[in-house]
DNA sequence: CGCCTGGTTATTATCGACAATTGCCAAGTC
DNA sequence: GACTTGGCAATTGTCGATAATAACCAGGCG
């Protein structure tokens, strides 16, 4: 059975599941996946850089096995492709492709979690949804871009989390990695930390609120905000952003 | 080195790849993934059901290692969701997820996609799609529900894949079978036929016309139309269509 | 002189066995 | 009588080796 869904015992579980951590994260895989993402999207391997299972399985001291399973993975989170008897190889990805699927599809899984996650919100979580912002407030000062970023994707996936639906929470981490990785490409330096805390800042306000004409707004903005930031600074301006939501009138 | 991407034998191996089969289809992997999804996507797997890779391994009489690869293929699908050292459980899609994220998310994919890939588009393709739009029509007549789907699946794809967006592709082969799953849950019989196939054949022509105006608007109506069908016929109405595209005014 | 053909090697895919983890159950203790 | 604690059984996770696959290269043939 499902964790957190036992026939009786649910309760002693989640609480063994809680006094430990969140997630097992031991599993020579996991490691595996977290280090080679690491790697993909912070650029140490560039696009089309051949995987080698057995090379890597050497260098990280494990059997091929757990190298196979998390090239599985992150072929999920479109870092790399796999071509059967081929290899994985590390996976491009467009400015056309960042502007005009992956950001989309994030504003189509946030439009519908967010939303859905304020409404049934715990007070823990938003205590933890105030940490992590005060954390991102305190890297901007100290000018800690990784931290920030490592903050700002806790606090959406912890959000996402909440509306408690199985199938956005899995797109969502599918994409993140992604849009992550185009962070690095575009914008490795000179991003202006305040004012990424400050927008956390202005959606965790709206997440309180819980006013449902305000949130989807706050959210679309939000996401866009971040996007064309992102483009200005790495001075590339893409014919048009096709959102979809901006898309009714040019149709 | 990725095929297709060689230095300079290109041609040789495009042509050697093109005599055998598209993919190279054989692989224990790929079988028993297309196995299980099947299983699961015509409901033989209820939700909740867990798969065990030992029994699944001699049922199908490989080892447990391609099992278990298939396992991360399908989690990847999230037809199955992974709990480390707990197994995997054949996962539920809810009417609001399938309404609130799956469809919107396609929709984000294929705004993006089938405009592009219109533009783009060869002759060839072309004919392919006709041909697959055909065989739509002569499997309505037939009442053949399973063949419509296979042919529609595939359709949707083949425009896809002529975008040559890795990404865009990557994310529709992720929710199509979620998708599918729906489609054979909540309908699985008493579906018009007919209108499938004349549904696509209207789509087509507007990709044959590319009309850039037409289009977007062409692929939107056609993913609402097929939905809205789909769960007036199983008699689920949600309180709202929440397509982002929709969105705009409402805010 | 170029094309086909067979061996060679690098790499992936699979195997079967073993180790590690987890939940369960029963015995023991306060 | 309820709670803790230890061992038991079922299942997943990992291993190291072997088999299968496909590109590369050299030699022979038209």
């Known amino acids: ?9 649910t309760g002693r579980l989640a609480d063994k599941r809680a006094v430990k951590r969140p997630l097992p994260a031991s599993s ?19 696009a089309g850089h051949q995987l080698k299972q057995d090379q890597l399985a050497e260098e990280f001291g494990v059997s091929p096995a757990p190298i196979r399973e998390a090239f599985r993975h992150l072929a999920s989170e479109g870092l790399v492709e796999h071509f059967p008897n081929h290899g994985v190889f590390v996976t491009d990805v ?18 519908y979690a967010v939303p859905l996650a304020a409404s049934q919100m715990s007070d823990e979580t938003l205590a933890e949804l105030e940490r992590l912002v005060q954390a991102m407030e305190e890297s901007a000062e100290s000018g800690d871009l990784a ?25 969502w981490r599918s994409v993140q990695p992604r849009i ?6 575009l914008s490795p330096r000179h991003q202006n930390l305040t004012e990424i805390a400050a927008e956390h800042r202005k959606l965790l306000d709206a997440l309180k609120r819980n ?4 949130l989807p707004q706050a ?12 483009l200005k600074r790495a001075d590339v301006r893409p014919h ?12």
Chains 1, 2 share one sequence.
Do not use: C
């Open 1 to 9: 059975m499902p964790p957190g869904q036992h026939t009786s015992q």
């Open 28 to 46: 020579r895989r996991q490691q595996v996946v977290d280090l080679l993402r690491e790697a993909i999207i912070t650029g140490q391997f560039a």
């Open 94 to 111: 467009s400015a056309e492709e960042f502007l005009g699927v992956l950001l989309p599809v994030r504003m189509a899984i946030e439009s």
């Open 147 to 171: 931290a920030i970023n490592e903050y700002d994707v806790r606090f959406h996936e912890l959000t996402i989390e909440s509306a408690g639906s199985v199938h956005a929470l899995q797109l």
């Open 180 to 185: 992550r990785a185009q962070i690095y490409r």
């Open 211 to 214: 006013d449902a004409n305000e």
């Open 219 to 230: 959210i679309e903005e939000h996401i866009v905000e971040s996007a064309t930031k992102l």
């Open 240 to 251: 048009r952003l096709s959102f979809p939501q901006e898309a009714t009138g040019t149709a």
